[in-house]
């Protein structure tokens, strides 16, 4: 999320982390390790922002945010979010839901387009999903931003607004390797929903195991949303294959709510280390409450919202965009749970992460603070 940007964990209580498991070798877990302390404090968001001279072209523009499912809480709060920042520059900010279906992405895609709208975000819809859409898009005027995916620069006529889901992900694996002390035998579960799903794990996750953790056994489990009903069955049925099995690792904490039986369900349920990412107010709450989740990774939706806000109306006013942020998520375990108020209006405020040190960032830049 081209800007130097910095997010700095503040002090905090010790981590939960294992620091005696295993001799874990060396560097590569003390890498790990160096990871996740620095994620265990409260964070501060600092941006280098190329300013918006023009903010007043945004006025009387639409936006239309598409998000793989409305239906998930996190970015329902985006969305809110994008229509909050973006009001007092005139921009207008319209919800669609993808529902997690090609079907209906592809009826969000027709409505940006035959409704007239400036731009359309794909929130966690990779821009190859929607096919000739894209083309449509454009041959229409439709300006893309394609969000909450990986940082990077814009190309054919796309442009990318990533808040941090690949980092956070690769940090969920770090807490394990640091954790196990270097020896966890891991269940990844992985959503087959959209090929950026995949890539998550593929391309991020996976190589973190590799990197930091050569004496981790990594295997894959696979789910798609019409199969998450079965997922605690998949789950039960993995540990009573492989008993040495002591860590389940979710991408997507959407999908713990369905992992929790599976372990409910095992003899060894309570002895295995389940840790998610990118939640919400019921992954803390497991967090808190136990005995099944043991670690959460996640950045505030405010901060999403405001940073999908910021790139998009660079794009509409022709100002500079960014190709990446260090985003402020934080990571909480039983080292730090106790020393933050778990309510959702903690999570919406940015309190629980360290408190809203973005949106006057963002406004500044657009000479509105």
């Known amino acids: 999320m081209t800007v130097t940007i910095a997010a700095t964990g503040c002090s905090s209580s010790s ?21 996740v302390d620095s994620r265990l404090g409260a964070q501060t968001f600092k941006a280098d922002l190329s300013p918006i001279d023009q903010i007043a072209k945004a006025k009387g523009k639409k936006v239309l945010y598409t998000a793989i499912s409305l239906k ?12 909050t920042a973006t009001a007092d520059a005139g921009t207008t900010v319209d919800g669609c839901d993808g529902n997690l279906t090609p079907a209906n992405i592809a009826a969000c895609v027709t409505q ?4 007239h709208y400036d731009a359309i975000v794909l929130d966690n819809i990779p821009v190859d999903l929607i096919g000739q859409g894209a083309n449509a898009l454009k041959g229409a005027g439709v300006q893309i931003i394609s969000a909450e995916g990986e940082g990077l ?33 891991v269940l990844l579960v992985q959503q087959n929903d959209t090929p950026l799903q995949a890539k998550y794990v593929q391309e991020y996750m996976k190589p973190t195991f590799d990197k930091n953790c050569p004496a981790c056994k990594v295997q894959i489990t696979s789910i798609t ?19 040495k099995i002591n860590y389940v690792l979710s991408e997507f904490d959407a999908n713990v709510q369905y992992i929790v039986p599976g372990l409910q369900n095992s003899p060894r349920g309570k002895s295995v280390k389940l840790v998610g990412a990118i939640g919400d107010l019921a ?24 940073a999908v806000a910021d790139q998009t ?35 919406d405020s940015g309190v629980i992460f360290g408190g809203d040190t973005w949106s006057s960032a963002f406004r500044a830049s657009w000479r509105l603070s």
Request: aromatic share 6%.
């Open 283 to 306: 992954a803390l709450q497991r967090v808190a409450n136990g005995p099944y989740q043991r670690a959460e990774i996640q950045v505030s939706p405010s901060y999403a919202g405001w």
């Open 112 to 115: 940006a387009i035959s409704q």
């Open 15 to 35: 981590s939960s982390v294992d620091r005696t498991a295993g001799s874990g070798s060396d560097s590569a877990v003390a890498a790990a390790r160096k990871a």
């Open 153 to 185: 620069p814009a190309a054919n006529g796309v442009t990318y607004a990533g808040t941090g889901g690949p980092e956070m992900l690769q940090t969920a694996a770090n807490w394990v390797i640091a954790d196990s002390g270097g020896k966890a035998n």
């Open 313 to 347: 109306l660079r794009v509409l006013t022709g100002a500079k965009t960014w190709d990446r942020l260090d985003a402020p998520f934080r990571i909480f375990d039983t080292s730090n749970i106790r020393d933050v108020r778990v309510a959702q209006e903690a999570i």
């Open 225 to 243: 949303a019409a199969q998450l009903n079965n997922l605690g069955t998949q789950v039960s049925t993995a540990l009573l294959k492989d008993p």
């Open 72 to 83: 998930i809480p996190y970015f329902q709060a985006v969305l809110k979010t994008m229509q």
